[in-house]
């Protein structure tokens, strides 16, 4: 509550530029990453980035400058995403499931795959093994992998990006790992391990 | 008795990966962090998971953050600002 309540800001120009120059641009390489692994389309990522931006800057009143621009950026992107391009594009939006019962009722799975899949096997690839498993994964699974795994967001960062409880990012994270698993013993099966 | 078991089992089994879960991500405590590895130590299971968990996330790191910006785009965000001032 308190934080949507935050103190607006009110930059001047030169204020808004050094912020945009120096706390929002450096990103735009995490946040490429991020919308081309979401859309898997070039012009689209750059558009999605390009609208994160120019929306940054129309309400950069109300970011907190020195505070953390990253998760705050990738919230815009996801949002944008979520409201334009999942809407256009024709893949299917909504996974079923349901998050925190999977949680806990995974252990055998976890068993089967940890005992299947091994660390050298994992270590060897190194090509687009890896990649291509976390796209072919649902766009909600996806991005927390993408935004833990890759981008270093903690837990708490993540619900706030995402607008979910810290424990759905916990069950879907583990649910996503499981599902990335999967994939990636099949590639292992075929690398012959 | 013989029902108590399997679910004393069930509850270890869920602390153990939602442990194992904060250690890969780097936001257990410090006591969480001792916890997990004084159980790793007699705990064949966790000990692997951990070993796998971990080198998934590093194989990640390591070949999935290749789509860099277009230098164009850079470009294309600068001149859109200028014309929204
Ligand atoms: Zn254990």
Known sequence: MTEAAEVRKNYNDVEKQRIFDGEFMPHVD????????????????????????????????????????????????????????????????????????????????????????????????IGDEVSNALNSLAVDFRTVIILCDLEGFTYEEMAKILDIPIGTVRSRLHRARNLLKDKLKSYAQSMGY | MPRMQPEEKKLEVEECQQLLQLIVDGQ???????????????????????????????????????????????????????NLR
């Open chain 1, 30 to 125: 995490s946040m490429y990453n991020f919308a081309y692994r979401l859309t898997f389309d070039e012009d689209d990522a750059k558009d999605l980035v390009q609208d994160t931006y120019m929306k940054a800057f129309r309400f950069i009143n109300s970011f907190q400058e020195g505070t953390n621009a990253k998760a705050w950026l990738f919230r815009i992107l996801k949002n944008s995403f979520i409201n334009e391009y999942r809407k256009k594009s024709k893949q299917p939006t909504k996974v079923d499931y349901q998050e925190v019962e999977t949680f806990y009722n995974s252990d055998d799975v976890d068993e089967k795959i940890t005992t299947d899949l091994r660390v050298d096997a994992v270590q060897d690839m």
């Open chain 2, 28 to 82: 257990a405590t410090p006591e969480q962090t001792i916890a997990f590895q004084e159980h790793i130590c007699s705990c064949k299971k966790c000990d692997e998971k951990f070993k796998l968990d971990s080198a998934i996330k590093e194989a990640i790191k390591k070949t999935c953050g290749c789509h860099q910006a277009p230098q164009e785009l850079v470009s294309t965000i600068q001149g859109a600002l200028q």
